[in-house]
């Protein structure tokens, strides 16, 4: 199978077998890609989906791997992975971003203080890929991507490119189904003249809160959604479930609402320590956590 895939693409697209992907996730547990592609063009990630619809083989699209817990029997099917310069190009058209979905957002938010548009600090400390904040509807210090998106690029799974207004899509706090089934490419967004200094002083502020409020050690960022009642980090930490550990995952003792992994975790541990948390909850407080994580794989 891998043979006539690799008929279709061209020599630059990455393409193999059982490829570990803990190293390419923030939290750094779970098992391999059973195919995993690194597509070199937008040509080349046509024929990925057509080989995939035609197959009947499903797909997964890996970002930057944060917000991820790939579980220990690791994905089936292809990865696909948009890491080739193609996908990740930033640049400045009339006083708009055109984002590439492989751009970090942190070059993202860079190329936005180079060109004097503010409003977009707030995507300096989220360790995404423009792709995947758009499939999650990426946020924070109260502001999510969605919020400055005009327009967006995708491809469906027949291969074929289209464009639409942020505004058409189903955007709800951390999620936007239509990425689901279909393939985001890149985003134009928009931000507000300002100055570098503006921008500047905004980025570190943001920067210093999520310095003083969240770990450093590896992990997936919040792995709840925040319930309507109190935010899921006030309410674990209120639990008295920081620092609770299962082999080697811990409830962080800087903000509860992150597990981290000391090294040694695997996904089963991690998983176990989410049905903990999600117990005490539900027991103690009546309340039902929901994963933010996205959670893949056997
Ligand atoms: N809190 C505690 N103990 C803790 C952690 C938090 O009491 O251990 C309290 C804080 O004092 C605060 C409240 O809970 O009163 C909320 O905490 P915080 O201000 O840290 O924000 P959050 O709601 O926990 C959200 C996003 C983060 C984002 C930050 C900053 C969600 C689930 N989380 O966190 O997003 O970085 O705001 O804007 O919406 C992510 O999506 O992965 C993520 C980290």
Not at 130 to 146: D, I, K, P, S, T
């Amino acid at each position: 199978m891998l043979t006539e895939l690799a008929a279709g693409l061209s020599p630059d697209s990455v393409l193999r077998r059982n490829e570990p992907l803990a190293g390419r996730t923030t939290l750094r547990v779970g098992g391999v890609a059973e195919i995993y592609v690194e597509p070199a063009s937008e040509a080349d990630l046509a024929v990925v989906l057509r080989f995939c619809a035609q197959r009947g083989l499903p797909h997964f699209v890996l970002g930057r791997g944060s917000n991820l817990l790939v579980r220990d029997g690791g994905i089936r099917g292809v990865v696909i992975c948009l890491a080739q310069p193609a996908f990740g190009q930033v640049r400045v058209e009339g006083g708009r971003l055109v984002c590439g979905a492989g751009a970090r957002l942190k070059t993202v938010a860079t190329e936005a203080r180079r060109a004097g548009l503010g409003g977009l600090e707030f995507l300096e400390g989220i360790p995404g890929s423009m792709g995947g904040a758009l499939r999650m509807n990426a946020g924070a210090m109260g502001r999510w991507v969605f919020d400055v998106v005009e327009t967006v690029r995708f491809m469906d799974a027949a291969g074929a490119v289209h464009e639409c207004q942020g505004s058409e899509l189903p955007v709800r706090y951390r999620g936007c189904a239509w990425f689901r089934d279909h393939l985001a490419l890149g985003a134009v967004l928009r931000g507000e003249p300002a100055t570098r200094e503006q921008i500047a002083e905004r980025t570190e502020a943001f920067n210093r809160r999520r310095w003083s409020s969240q770990p450093t050690a590896p992990s997936a960022g919040c792995i709840f959604k925040n319930p309507d009642a109190v935010p899921a980090g006030r309410l674990i930490d209120e639990l008295g479930l920081k620092g609770t550990r299962v082999g080697g995952a811990v409830v962080s003792a800087e903000h509860a609402n992150f597990i981290v992994n000391e090294g040694s975790a695997t996904a089963a541990d991690v998983l176990r320590l989410i049905a903990l948390i999600q117990e005490r909850a539900r027991t103690r407080r009546g309340i039902t956590l929901e994963t933010e994580v996205e959670i893949v794989g056997e």
